[in-house]
């Protein structure tokens, strides 16, 4: 089994919609189920209503799985289990006030030396823990040996005893740690590979030592994927507008194009412009550079482009409004000047809307509107524009301005036959 497993803390990042997206296809190529898991034991943190628009996003992109968890449910496991470590004296009960441990961290910084817990409640007398009747958190021991993490991208990294530490499993409100809860559930659901961001590396060894302790020796892959870096090198955080998939789609990205731009970041792929489908049929963990991708959103817009011009007429039509094939044409006559979906409603909007007309041409532009109300109607452009002259006199500029502004909601865009074609049948909508 593969899992995707968000917290339902924020709008999704790009880079957990990639970390979907690489699971999915794996279990597509491994034919292994998918599941979701929703971290959701950090209460304070959640914001309610991200578990479903989670989800949404995840239809929305074609990303199915076969199971859908609420990490909150498996609370009786994690308890269970914390407690088997306690019993098998492979965890212990900590004490320490959350003063002294900051007292602690103070001194390692002025040292410049990390901060590592100082074991003072591991050996407690079995007297002194029952007398004790502080708040205590459950802390794993520290494993004896160094731990090694093979990764399908990074390769193999060691963790020596004391870079994992004695780490909190269970807080003092006997709710566990994201690495405890974490490392569980991947062994109760049997997960095989595990694929996420780099930023969870450090995280892996802990996770392993977990398991480990508690006996658990089915080997599980790893993938971490590399960080995304924004226009200026840095991480992109939530403060980038671009690094919400809420905002790409409002923006008028489409899924299908940001699937191919997330794939295509920072890999090896046999063409620039392709559907999921197709990834599928090629796609290899093995092939992703191990440094950090670079997200540019002009590339993003010449990849939506493309897969807009692939989009068939009616369902670019309903994008951006109609149900109608012949709309759908004449939006993809402005997919060379507009690269998103709100550029596009904004061009079609601009047809069917009041227009502006620029004072030398509104005496043009209002006897155009008259003779296109009386207009019998008209196959062929030529036909059209030969009716307009005889009715109104204009020709050149003073015809073809005031035209292109009442046809097309502009003084400049595709050629005017190319509009009539598709606008014949909508003069009446048009010329208000």
Partial sequence: MLRFAPSPTGDMHIGNLRVALFNYIMSKKRNEPLLIRIEDTDKERNIAGKEDEILAILALFGITY???????????????????????????????????????????????????YDGAC??????????????FTIRIKKPDHSITVTDIIKGESTFAPNDIDSFIIMRADKYPTYNFACAVDDMLSD???????EDHLSNTPKQIAIQQALGYDRKIEYAHLPIILGAEGKKMSKRDD???????????FIPSAIINYLILMGNKTPKEIFTLDEAIEWFSLETISKSPAYFDIDKLRFINREHLKMMEPKELSRYVGFADEEIGNLTKLFIEEASTLKELREKISAIFAPKIVPPEYQEGFTQLQEAIKKAPYFDTYEAFKSYLIEQTG???????????????????????????????????????
């Avoid at 591991?122 to 708040?135: F, G, K, T």
């Avoid at 003084?411 to 909508?429: I, Q, V, W």
Wanted: hydrophobic fraction near 35%; charge should be neutral; glycine fraction near 6%.
């Fill in 191 to 197: 997960v095989s590979l595990i694929i996420r961001g």
């Fill in 394 to 432: 204009l020709k050149g500029k003073n015809l073809f301005k005031p035209l292109r502004i009442l046809i097309g909601g502009s003084e400049h865009g595709p050629e005017l036959a190319d509009l009539y074609s598709y606008l014949k049948n909508y003069l009446g909508e048009i010329n208000k």
């Fill in 66 to 116: 076969q199971e859908h968890q609420m990490q909150s449910n498996s609370l009786k496991f994690h308890r269970a289990m914390a407690l088997q470590l306690l019993h098998d004296k492979k965890a212990f009960n900590c004490f320490c006030t959350p003063e002294t441990l900051e007292a602690s961290r103070e001194g390692a910084k002025e040292n410049k030396i990390a901060y590592r």
């Fill in 242 to 252: 671009a690094s919400s998939v809420k905002w790409l789609l409002e923006e008028g």
């Fill in 122 to 135: 591991e050996n407690l007398h079995a007297e002194q823990v029952i007398d004790n009747m502080n708040p």
